[in-house]
């Protein structure tokens, strides 16, 4: 099933749930082949996030006081 267009967070989240039933069926994402569910959600997270052209680092960054 192809991945959905957007940058949404609920488009996202629906990718990421496409992307790890399909390693639950499959057993593997793409041409990727994780040996556990948790490097399964990790792997789906990235390829969901990079599809959507963000990041997974979403607090700002500054100086410590």
């Known amino acids: 099933m192809p991945l959905r267009k957007g940058t949404s967070p609920a488009v996202v989240s629906s990718n990421i749930k496409t992307l790890v039933n399909e390693w639950e069926k499959q057993g593997s994402i793409g041409s990727s082949h994780p040996a556990t569910k948790q490097k399964a959600v990790k792997q789906a997270v990235a390829i969901s996030l990079k599809k959507a ?13």
Do not use: E, I
């Not at 052209?53 to 006081?65: D, E, F, I, V």
């Open 53 to 65: 052209g963000k990041s997974r680092n979403t607090q700002p960054r500054g100086r410590k006081k």
